[in-house]
């Protein structure tokens, strides 16, 4: 048991706000400390099963089937479970959708999209089709601002950015060009349909499972045509023809994200989820916006549901603030190092008892202080 372990000392959950790795349900992780040495009577643990092997390739179909149902995803979009993250989709994305084509559409709404625009760039030009870096990235613009090229490849755009908390609260319209999106930060906390887009991918690390993953949902047509001397590994045909199984996946990654997709379809799926992510995010800004001590630089109408920067009107007191947070059991809550400030991440697994209880502390933080 961890508690015999020498130096261990066991302690109450605390609340993580990380932008991720960001924390999992209790349910999930108690599921896997239930299963971890003998995985439904095969007396081994996940990690240590044949990725082909017909334990494991159970788990692979259960967790696809159960996305599918989840996002309702139509039968002719293949799904991916692939390595590398997003930051490895800002150049797959080009390598196989370009497909003979020589530009592509990027929106510019913070560090994310800015990476995947580095990316682009080393395979085909770029327009920028719309920015928010005049405002320093406050802001989603509208679609009306968008300058779109009809001839291009794909338009790519980041639903939600979790640096500065900026979101999306619609879908482009990008007519019959497929439209491409970075999901990391907001798959599974509200309803998308899937059919608007040619292509989404999302790392796992913030609201599907463990840092390793990476979700990939492609529509079959856009697929097969890679640029012609690309590794294997970079083109999607490769891996939809070998299920995901190409090479070794990450394999106890995707356990754990079929877990958590099981427990999303157990809590009354994305519906159900969407609303509480409502919920949560309006009792943080309500009480942001009413407050003469802190406050939220992005406009109202695109604030991000799943990541919330803040700022303190009193700059020197931020340490205080986060250590004495960290005390009261709520961790990182430090604003990323590009923009300084807190941010509280408050993914699908932050129960709203998480949120209150920061909000709680604020309330006194700046009864305190204020």
């Known amino acids: 048991m961890m508690n015999d372990v020498k130096g261990y000392t066991a302690t109450s959950r605390v609340y993580n706000f990380s932008p991720g790795p960001a924390m999992l349900s209790r349910e999930v992780l108690q599921c896997a400390r239930e299963e971890m040495l ?126 500065r908390g900026v979101e999306f609260h619609w879908i482009p319209d990008t007519g019959k060009v497929p439209l491409v999106a970075d999901m990391s930060s907001n798959i599974l906390s509200r309803a998308v349909e899937v059919e608007c887009f040619g292509f989404i991918y999302a790392g796992a690390q913030k609201n599907i499972g463990p840092a390793g993953l990476t979700i990939v949902i492609v529509r079959e047509d856009l697929i097969g045509r890679a640029l012609p001397g690309m590794p294997s590994m970079l083109d999607y045909k490769v891996h939809a023809d070998n ?77 205080e603030f986060l250590e004495q947070a960290k005390a009261r059991g709520m961790i990182q809550l430090k604003g990323h190092r590009l923009v300084g400030g807190m941010r509280a991440s408050i993914y699908n697994a932050m129960p709203i008892e998480g949120v209150q209880t920061l909000v709680g502390f604020m309330r006194e933080f700046e009864a305190r202080h204020g």
């Not at 754990?256 to 943080?284: D, P, S, T, V, Y």
């Not at 003469?292 to 695109?302: E, G, I, L, M």
């Not at 919330?308 to 020197?316: E, I, Q």
Request: with cysteine.
């Open 38 to 163: 003998d995985w439904h009577g095969s007396g081994m643990s996940v990690m240590e099963m044949s990725h082909r092997g017909k334990e494991f390739t159970a788990i692979a179909h259960q967790a696809e089937a159960d996305l599918r149902e989840l996002m309702r995803i139509p039968a002719h979009y293949k799904v991916l479970f692939l390595q590398g993250g997003a930051t490895l989709q800002f150049a797959m994305v080009p390598v196989n959708l370009l497909r003979g084509k020589k530009s592509a559409d990027y929106i510019y709404t913070g560090e994310w999209s800015k990476k995947a625009i580095a990316e682009a760039k080393k395979f085909c030009a770029v327009n920028i089709a719309a920015s928010s870096e005049d405002s320093k990235f406050t802001y989603a613009p509208t679609q009306d601002q968008w300058r779109l090229d009809p001839n291009a490849a794909y338009v790519h755009y980041t639903p939600n950015e979790t640096i």
């Open 243 to 319: 299920d995901s199984m190409y090479n070794t996946p990450p394999a106890y990654a995707l356990y754990i994200a079929g877990l958590n997709f099981q427990w999303l379809k157990k809590n009354g799926g994305i519906a159900a989820m969407e609303k509480r992510n409502i919920e949560k995010a309006r009792l943080l800004y309500d009480f942001l916006d009413n407050s003469r001590f802190f406050r939220n630089p992005v406009r109202k109408s695109d604030r991000s549901r799943m990541n919330v920067p803040f700022t303190l009107y009193n700059t020197a007191l931020e340490e």
